[in-house]
């Protein structure tokens, strides 16, 4: 008959192992506390079929002129900010206003050839963390001149304004086009 042999424990491996673990519990429970918290905003994407079904007017058009500051303020819709000591507040913007010119009126009135988009900006000059993706133009600067790709409804006083509202138009309901067509322009 053979009988077993069992090691006798070893306290010292017992004791690196309980070490070890005590480590990573030490490390997961201050990293816990160290690491900010991850913050984030439902945003809705709209499909480019709702984005044209809602829109009062569709067309690729040119900015005709620089982005100017209106008078008004208002609170952007459906967003807040975070401040360091987790308090919230409401996300103001300042009324502006962009002429455009129509290269192409792909739904709405084919006879509109000059408009007026009017959207947002932030007071602040820098960009925030899940903050409202905006739009500017500057016909003057290369990155922020060309033809753009514009879903929009018509307002009570003839200007015209992002479809999707004025908290992201920046999410494809004003788009860039990658290329250019100069075919329009007067010669």
Same mark, same amino acid.
């Given at each position: ?7 006798? /424990?070893?306290?010292?491996?017992? *004791?690196? @192992?309980?070490? #070890?673990?005590?480590?990573?519990? !030490? ?14 905003? %439902?945003?809705?994407? !709209?499909?480019?079929?709702?984005? /044209?079904?809602?829109?009062? #007017?569709?067309? !690729? %058009? ?7 500051? $209106?008078?008004?303020? #208002? ?6 900010? $975070? ?14 206003? $962009?002429? =455009?010119?129509a290269v192409a009126v792909l739904?709405?009135? @084919?006879?509109?050839?000059? =408009?007026? /988009?009017?959207?947002?900006?932030? +007071? ?7 903050? +409202? !993706?905006?739009? =500017? ?6 990155? *922020?001149?060309?033809?753009? /790709?514009?879903?929009?409804? *018509? ?6 304004? +992002? $479809?999707?509202?004025?908290?992201? +138009? ?8 990658? =290329?250019?067509?100069?075919?329009? *322009?007067?010669?």
């Amino acid at each position: 008959m053979t009988t077993g042999c069992v090691a006798p /424990l070893n306290r010292r491996s017992h *004791r690196g @192992s309980f070490r #070890f673990l005590s480590a990573i519990v !030490i490390a997961f429970v201050g990293a816990w506390f160290v690491v900010p918290q991850a913050t984030g905003r %439902a945003v809705r994407r !709209i499909s480019y079929q709702e984005l /044209l079904d809602r829109s009062d #007017f569709v067309a !690729i %058009a040119t900015a005709s002129g620089r982005t100017a500051d $209106t008078a008004e303020e #208002f609170f952007l819709p459906n967003i807040s900010s $975070t401040d360091g000591r987790g308090g919230t507040a409401r996300v103001k913007c300042i009324g502006v206003e $962009t002429p =455009f010119a129509a290269v192409a009126v792909l739904k709405g009135d @084919s006879k509109v050839r000059d =408009f007026v /988009l009017h959207h947002c900006r932030s +007071p602040q000059s820098e960009n925030s963390v899940n903050g +409202p !993706i905006l739009v =500017f133009f500057d016909p003057s600067d290369a990155k *922020r001149s060309g033809s753009y /790709l514009l879903f929009l409804v *018509r307002e009570p006083d003839g200007r015209y304004a +992002p $479809t999707g509202g004025q908290t992201d +138009p920046g999410l494809g309901v004003v788009s860039r086009l990658p =290329f250019e067509d100069d075919s329009w *322009r007067p010669r």
